[in-house]
């Protein structure tokens, strides 16, 4: 079962592990300035490489309410152990701030690597995510969106694209609306869309899920997307992967 809401993973917490010898590991660098949330953690090798290398940007979840940029370290050294450069960001949380502040952040940080491309060696045109749960929700959208759905109009490095080429994302939300949600999913979703710190109308709060939904920005020009759902999922129900699959 895939929770919504844990802990804040701080890093001098054991949960995060010690660093591989022959791995680099620069943590809390400003994607942007004026938020103590709009930070990354960059893993690579020591090594330089002989050319540059693919980026995997790994989303953690939380409901939307919790998690940190140190949340996937331990996935994140065996990527680069793998040959890939790997960055992990966080977001604005519900408590910061409603949708989509949240995917405003995911795509500036997206932005964040491809400018800094050269800086990590990494090459610009294979930058990939993976994200879970909330997480996932998010790299999915950010797939799905283009430049023209006005999500990447805040933030730094805006004369840069967040374009993916590549996700994979596990419990992830494919459609808030859809019939078929656990009472908790459905109250997080509203609380995303501001009914937490604002008084909304019904209408209001739909219309804002249905623009946090991937579902909402399917395209035919959408990068390759694998979707790993459990079938016991209790909390976000695998019919949010169906969904998603059928819109």
Not at 12 to 39: C, M
Not at 122 to 139: E, H, M, Q, W
Request: net charge positive.
């Amino acid at each position: 079962m895939i929770n919504l809401s844990f802990a804040f993973a701080e890093p001098n917490q054991p949960n995060v592990p010690a660093t591989p010898e022959g791995v680099l590991f620069e943590k809390d660098i400003h994607y942007s300035e004026g938020h103590d949330r709009w930070v990354l953690n960059v893993i690579r090798s020591r090594k330089k490489p002989t050319k540059p290398q693919a980026a995997i940007v790994l989303v953690h979840g939380g409901g939307w309410s919790g998690g940190d940029q140190y949340r996937f370290s331990k996935m994140g050294f065996d990527l680069v152990q793998k040959g890939y450069v790997v960055v992990l960001p966080t977001y604005r949380m519900i408590q910061d701030a409603p949708f989509p502040a949240c995917l405003h952040d995911v795509k500036n940080a997206m932005r964040w690597v491809r400018a800094h491309a050269k800086d990590y060696n990494i090459d610009p045109n294979r930058i990939g995510a993976y994200g879970n749960s909330a997480g996932g929700t998010l790299v999915l959208t950010a797939a799905m969106t283009t430049k023209d759905d006005g999500f990447d109009e805040e933030g730094s490095f805006l004369n840069f694209s967040s374009k993916l080429q590549a996700v994979v994302c596990s419990g992830a939300v494919g459609n808030m609306l859809h019939s078929n949600h656990s009472q908790r999913a459905k109250f997080v979703y509203r609380n995303l869309a501001g009914a937490r710190n604002r008084d909304l109308s019904e209408s209001e709060i739909k219309s804002v899920m249905q623009k946090s939904s991937p579902s909402s920005y399917v395209r035919k020009e959408a990068p390759p997307v694998m979707l790993v759902h459990g079938a016991k999922d209790k909390v976000v129900l695998i019919d949010s992967t169906d969904v998603f699959l059928k819109p």
